[in-house]
């Protein structure tokens, strides 16, 4: 079992990881047809919203897998 700071260490580093990866995902599909000329920054600025948004909860989603499995001896 991990101790609360070692579990909250795991998760910023996760979530930064998951954020990360996201953000790449999305860097290289190609969005540029729904741009509007000039718009470059704002665009750049959403694209790191939504990756926030999507990294934050698959991280979310990992971490919670990790949680219940290691609950699961409580079951026996």
Do not use: C, P
């Not at 999305?26 to 919203?49: D, H, Y």
């Amino acid at each position: 079992m991990l101790s609360i700071g070692q579990w909250a260490l795991v998760s910023i580093f996760s979530h930064f990881l998951f954020i990360y990866i996201t953000w790449r995902v999305l860097l290289a599909v190609n969005l540029s047809s729904i741009i509007k000329k000039g718009k470059v920054t704002e665009a750049r600025i959403l694209l790191f919203f939504i990756a926030i948004l999507i990294g934050s909860g698959v991280s979310r989603f990992f971490l919670e897998i990790v949680q219940w499995s290691n609950d699961l001896i409580f079951l026996f």
